[in-house]
């Protein structure tokens, strides 16, 4: 691994200047990985705009932030529930009335190891449906705000991209037949990491002005497995918990804030950002080993083409 460009200690938040004038839409930003960005984000000054699915959560979470920010932060949230794509719709025609200027999307939402095979309501495999098909609608339909505003778009992925089958199961993309809670999950976030390079490319070719960065949290302590996933893996992930192998949630959300924030010219567009320590799970934030099936080409295209079809979006990328 290269020596790391932010320092031994990694990218950390007192890179940081003032943010005020920015403006950030995180989504699932009301717990773990997505609330500790908002909240590092607003003690800069800058403005948050949380895009979950849940109101009373994200009242919460917004009461929790002015409690310890206090009250004249500039933090509001757009209900958007990634599993259904009329629901992402109805979220974008609000976000164009309300930000003129977009500094960053970070697609941080993400559900994991749902026990059984659930279907959303526009009938796709749920962690497909959520993670993946619900952020490329989302990107796409502001697409055109983000490349007015000169924006970016983080996405945030997973080691789990490498724990799965490895590449994408077009003939089953909902898992009909072989189900399996880990690897789908893993399935679904290296669709999210292939889009994401191949939403780069996409972006040269029409000549458009938007970044487009990728990363992970490592292992973080959140209510990720505790919210969507069964038991077995409730338990574990909750011991483990208790180890050095899993980091605060705080620290997981540096990587999407380096992405998000850092300045352009010392971002490599092609890097995997995340912890770079022990099994790239924890340690300082940098530039991380990605294997190169999550850059295959013939892949990544024919997921796009996919995707489209499959959420019945088409990009404005011409
Ligand atoms: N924690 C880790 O160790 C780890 C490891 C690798 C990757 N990640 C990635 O890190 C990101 C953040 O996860 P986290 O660990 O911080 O988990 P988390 O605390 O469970 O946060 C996930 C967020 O996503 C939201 N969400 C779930 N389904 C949604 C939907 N249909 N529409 C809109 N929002 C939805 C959740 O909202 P509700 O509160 O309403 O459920 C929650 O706010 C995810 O992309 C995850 O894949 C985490």
């Not at 917004?62 to 409690?67: G, N, R, T, V």
């Not at 757009?78 to 009329?86: C, F, G, P, T």
Request: aromatic share 8%.
């Amino acid at each position: 691994m290269a020596s790391n460009k932010f320092g031994q200690n990694g990218w950390t938040p007192e890179r940081l200047g003032n943010l005020s004038g920015k403006t950030y839409l995180i989504t699932g930003a009301n717990s773990g990985t997505g609330f500790e960005a908002s909240k590092i984000l607003l003690s800069k000054g800058a403005e948050v705009v949380m895009l979950n699915r849940n109101e009373q959560r994200s009242n919460k979470a917004i009461a929790d932030l002015k409690a310890e920010l206090g009250a004249d932060i500039n933090v509001s949230f757009i209900k958007m529930d990634l599993s259904e794509l009329s629901s992402v719709q109805n979220a974008v025609e609000e976000i164009k009335k309300k930000v003129p200027k977009i500094e960053a999307l970070i697609c941080n939402a993400a559900i994991a190891q749902v026990p059984k095979q659930v279907l959303t309501p526009d009938g796709f495999e749920s962690h497909i449906g959520v993670n993946h098909y619900g952020h490329f609608v989302l990107c796409g339909s502001l697409f055109d705000s983000l490349d007015k505003s000169q924006g970016r778009i983080v996405v945030v992925g997973s080691e789990g991209y490498k724990m799965g089958i490895k590449t994408i199961q077009f003939d089953d993309m909902n898992w009909d037949k072989n189900y399996n809670p880990m690897k789908t999950y893993c399935h679904s976030k290296l669709a999210q990491i292939m889009f994401a390079y191949e939403l780069q490319d996409r972006i040269s070719s029409a000549n458009k002005n938007v970044g487009v960065y990728v990363c992970h949290p490592g292992s973080s302590a959140t209510s990720l497995i505790k919210n969507s996933g069964g038991l077995r893996d409730r338990i574990i992930f909750g011991l483990m918990s208790k180890t050095p192998l899993v980091q605060t949630a705080e620290k997981g959300a540096y990587p999407e804030i380096l992405c998000a924030t850092e300045n352009k010219e010392n971002l490599n567009p092609k890097a995997y950002y995340g912890p770079t320590g022990r099994l790239q799970w924890t340690g300082p934030v940098g530039e991380c080993n990605l294997e190169s099936f999550a850059q295959d080409k013939d892949i990544a295209k024919k997921l796009w083409e996919v995707s489209e079809k499959e959420t019945n979006h088409t990009w404005n990328l011409i």
